[in-house]
């Protein structure tokens, strides 16, 4: 197997609530030199949330990075040593305000390994149900979520359409 390229020198550039953005310089396989921009991201889940009727469970929300609303499957950042299984539920009862019963691990998966290092974990959610009293959940801050459940035809259907236009929800379906 190929030995990784281990850095000379590594600078973070930026620190930010999400992720963070560091260079680091590199020598190449061939010998050559570069610094190479890369941000770190501690990971995240995605959930296929499923009801008992079978559809899937989307949330529209507003993306200020392309200044539109999207429908997207629910998802969010893990927190610092937060385990992804534990993650997803708590993001499930976040977004959606539902609790799964069932978790199912799809797979974990690199969507932009070019210049990120963020892995995000795909789950199934089902057997969901209403939050008892004592289970308590806020959205964040910076979330303004509608919540709706389609039919997977109609999901493939916005998706051709270019209504659904996330690429981790266009993975996520695909693993169903």
């Given amino acids: 197997m190929d030995k990784p390229v281990v850095p000379h020198q590594i600078r ?73 299984k534990k993650a997803a539920a708590r993001e499930c009862h976040e977004e959606i305000g539902l609790v799964p019963s069932t978790l199912e691990a799809l797979g974990a998966f690199f969507p932009t390994p070019g210049y990120c290092d963020e892995e995000m974990n795909f789950y199934k959610a089902t057997g969901l149900r209403e939050p008892r009293g004592d289970e308590k959940a806020e959205q964040d801050e910076d979330e303004d979520i509608e919540k709706e459940a389609f039919g997977l035809e109609k999901i493939r259907a916005m998706i051709r359409s270019g209504e659904i236009i996330d690429l981790k929800t266009l993975a996520g379906i695909a693993l169903l």
């Fill in 12 to 84: 973070k550039v930026f620190e930010g609530r999400v992720f963070s953005v560091v260079v680091e310089s590199i020598t190449t396989r061939k010998g050559g030199r570069m610094d190479v921009e890369i941000v770190r991201h501690p990971g995240s889940v995605v959930l296929i949330p499923i009801t008992d009727a079978g559809d899937v469970v989307l949330v529209r929300q507003y993306r200020h990075s392309i200044g539109r609303w999207a429908w997207e499957l629910p998802a969010g950042s893990l927190k610092p040593n937060e385990e992804p």
